[in-house]
């Protein structure tokens, strides 16, 4: 084997040493973006199940309104129809 032909084997195999190097730095820094990435996801999907909790926060505020109305009306519907004085 000539010397041009082992310097060329030799630099091969830096070659192939430094090409797993740098798979392996790839996939550690793939991995946890991926990872970020599902938790991302996550979060979104839980923000709109809150927003769709909050959808009926209106109609519960308007029950509210009601509840605390009842009592006076009925008093005075009572009062109204003579069964109570006033």
Known sequence: ?????????GGL???A???GVVVMLFNRVVRP???????????DET???IS???DGAAAILT??????AVPD???AYLVRLGVVDA
């Open 52 to 54: 769709r909790n909050l």
């Open 47 to 49: 923000i709109g199940d």
């Open 63 to 68: 029950t509210r309104d009601v509840a605390v």
């Open 33 to 43: 973006a991926s990872e970020i990435s599902r938790y991302a996801q996550h979060i």
């Open 73 to 75: 009306l009925a008093g």
């Open 17 to 19: 040493g430094v090409l």
């Open 13 to 15: 195999a830096v070659g």
């Open 1 to 9: 084997m000539s010397p041009a032909e082992r310097a060329a084997t």
